[in-house]
T-cell receptor
Framework: EADIYQTPRYLVIGTGKKITLECSQTMGHDKMYWYQQDPGMELHLIHYSYGVNSTEKGDLSSESTVSRIRTEHFPLTLESARPSHTSQYLC???????????FGSGTRLTVV | AQKITQTQPGMFVQEKEAVTLDCTYDTSDQSYGLFWYKQPSSGEMIFLIYQGSYDEQNATEGRYSLNFQKARKSANLVISASQLGDSAMYFCAMREVYQTGANNLFFGTGTRLTVIP
């Protein structure tokens, strides 16, 4: 039973479309993260949040934006999708402890 | 400098044999956590095992054990009795307690493990 949910699991969309990738967690974690990962490659942090109304950009520059209006919800939006945005996007959350992150199942985005 | 180094891009192991995936880390903090995640071809990240920097015993979780050598800053994952379902990417990661930013879980570049029947 997953405690962090990402939808959609797969998405194929045309260039120029606006898309929102959903991420929700039921654990009450304050910290949430978005990672971008090309197939078989390392994870790159693109956005993170300390809590409600807190968002920061990560190490990898991204044209996407995020919002954190509720603790449990951390959606990622691309205003105008491009083929270069084709990748897997992983959402995660954590507590302020030494323990690791809980990841969602990911969204595989293909922009054609 | 890289926080986490995984020097094996790919590894092969015979089914039912044991395999060790290497991981070294770099930190000046005294308090930190070390993790291994498994990522199958379906894409999700599955938490496997955790080792705290103050833990004196090596962590074990079923067929997974973490060979923690603090002085060498090494945290190798040992998988015993490999199964075909173990074929996946494996990521080593470290979390430092005193990082003030939220980006305090550092990942390595991963090792692709293939289990041969």
């Amino acid at each position: 039973e997953a405690d962090i949910y990402q939808t959609p699991r797969y998405l194929v969309i045309g260039t120029g479309k606006k898309i929102t990738l959903e991420c929700s967690q039921t654990m009450g974690h304050d910290k949430m993260y978005w990672y971008q990962q090309d197939p078989g490659m390392e994870l790159h942090l693109i956005h993170y949040s300390y809590g409600v109304n807190s968002t920061e950009k990560g190490d990898l520059s991204s044209e996407s934006t995020v919002s954190r209006i509720r603790t449990e919800h951390f959606p990622l939006t691309l205003e105008s999708a491009r083929p270069s945005h084709t990748s897997q996007y992983l959402c995660a959350s954590s507590e302020y402890t030494l323990y690791g992150y809980t990841f969602g199942s990911g969204t595989r985005l293909t922009v054609v | 400098a890289q926080k986490i180094t995984q020097t094996q891009p790919g590894m092969f192991v015979q089914e039912k044999e044991a395999v060790t995936l290497d991981c070294t880390y770099d930190t000046s903090d005294q308090s930190y956590g070390l993790f291994w995640y498994k990522q199958p071809s379906s894409g999700e990240m599955i938490f496997l095992i955790y080792q705290g920097s103050y833990d004196e015993q090596n962590a074990t979780e079923g067929r997974y054990s973490l060979n923690f050598q603090k002085a060498r800053k090494s945290a190798n994952l040992v998988i015993s009795a490999s199964q075909l379902g173990d074929s996946a990417m494996y990521f080593c990661a470290m979390r430092e307690v005193y990082q003030t930013g939220a980006n305090n879980l550092f990942f390595g570049t991963g090792t692709r493990l293939t289990v041969i029947p």
